[in-house]
T-cell receptor, first 111, second 112 residues
Framework: DAKTTQPPSMDCAEGRAANLPCNHS???????VYWYRQIHSQGPQYIIH???NNETNEMASLIITEDRKSSTLILPHATLRDTAVYYC????????????FGAGTRLFVKA | NAGVTQTPKFRVLKTGQSMTLLCAQD?????MYWYRQDPGMGLRLIHY???????AKGEVPDGYNVSRLKKQNFLLGLESAAPSQTSVYFC???????????FGPGTRLTVL
């Protein structure tokens, strides 16, 4: 699985968009970008995933650059409850392979 | 649906004791995973299973054993607990396609 690089921490004002970057310059053609988050003391929660095209669901949007070497997770209207560690993971879509969770980005949403 | 459940939620062991952590899922998922998370660190994969009766090693398998006798259950065993195994243990499950993993609430284990 490709290695990812994320900033260790970020701040965001409540109600504003939170843009979390992720670099994955060694991504392979069959690898997807997954995002999870972990709110304090809870199990990680799946947010979104994508291959080439931008994706949107009820939680967030995922923007992947054309060369697929980086991506951005967007929380359009951050709330205090979005304070969490966000993990960017690059891996093949088929299960059963090792999933490596890095240190992630600790997002602080401030009132 | 209860999703992924883990028992127990908390446990304190003495060095050398043994215990089994139970993970159960009611989503008919094929794949199941055990992770550990140490303070301030990300999750590390211990063992995983791609189906009933199968298991495979993850990133940090030493000191742990697993069994998947039933599709819905994945057991993690510590035969002789060590202080280095003090951690929070998370179980997860998924379908093969796509492999979006659903996590349990965790088990906090302290080994004295």
């Amino acid at each position: 699985d490709a290695k990812t690089t994320q900033p260790p921490s970020m701040d965001c004002a409540e109600g504003r968009a939170a843009n979390l970057p992720c670099n994955h310059s060694t991504i392979s053609g069959n690898e997807y970008v997954y995002w999870y988050r972990q709110i304090h003391s809870q199990g990680p929660q799946y947010i979104i995933h994508g291959l080439k095209n931008n994706e949107t669901n009820e939680m967030a949007s995922l923007i992947i650059t054309e060369d697929r070497k980086s991506s951005t997770l967007i929380l359009p209207h951050a709330t205090l409850r979005d304070t969490a560690v966000y993990y960017c993971i690059v891996r093949v879509r088929t299960g059963g392979f090792k999933t490596i969770f890095g240190a992630g980005t600790r997002l602080f949403v401030k009132a | 649906n209860a999703g992924v459940t883990q028992t127990p939620k908390f446990r304190v062991l003495k060095t050398g004791q043994s215990m089994t952590l139970l993970c159960a899922q009611d989503m008919n998922h094929e794949y199941m995973y055990w992770y550990r998370q140490d303070p301030g660190m990300g999750l590390r994969l211990i063992h995983y299973s791609v189906g009933e009766g199968t298991t495979a090693k993850g990133e940090v398998p030493d000191g742990y054993n697993v069994s998947r006798l039933k599709k819905q259950n994945f057991l993690l065993g510590l035969e002789s607990a060590a202080p280095s195994q003090t951690s929070v243990y998370f179980c997860a499950s998924s379908y093969p396609h796509p492999d979006t993993q659903y996590f349990g609430p965790g088990t906090r284990l302290t080994v004295l």
